[in-house]
């Protein structure tokens, strides 16, 4: 199973940027899914989740994505994708995508880490 994100680069402060990450080895319908991003000075975060096509697709913000960052899926394509709108230089990060899944209470994670894509936002 591998999660492929892309579309990340550099951006000035104020632009738009679109992630996509393509999973392949599994099919992602069923699954709630989530955008995450890390930094080299912080842990890796939950920013936005989408429950799956049979639970309406209800989306949830986290952090400074509220307002800012629209998650969607496709599970024709086996996508889920993440708008971002008006960059800071603080959204500067690797995202990832992986399951937002519960077990137990704690978060787990059927399915290998991807790279990821890195997003700079220049001031």
């Known amino acids: 199973v591998q999660l492929q994100a892309s579309g990340g680069g550099l951006v000035q402060a104020g632009e738009s940027v679109r992630l996509s990450c393509r999973a392949s080895?599994?099919?992602?319908?069923?699954?709630?899914m989530g955008w995450y991003r890390q930094t080299p000075a912080s842990d890796r975060e939950l920013i936005a989740t989408?429950?799956?096509?049979?639970?309406?697709?209800?989306?949830e913000y986290y952090g400074s994505a509220k307002g800012r960052f629209t998650i969607s899926r496709d599970d024709a394509s086996n996508t889920v994708d993440l708008q971002m709108n008006d960059l800071k230089p603080e959204d500067t990060a690797v995202y990832f995508c992986?399951?937002?899944?519960?077990?137990?209470?704690?978060?787990?994670?059927?399915?290998?880490w991807g790279q990821g894509t890195q997003v700079t936002v220049s001031s």
């Open positions: 992986n399951t937002d899944v519960y077990l137990n209470g704690a978060p787990y994670f059927p399915y290998p």
């Open positions: 989408i429950s799956p096509t049979g639970r309406g697709h209800t989306t």
């Open positions: 080895g599994t099919s992602l319908r069923g699954l709630h």
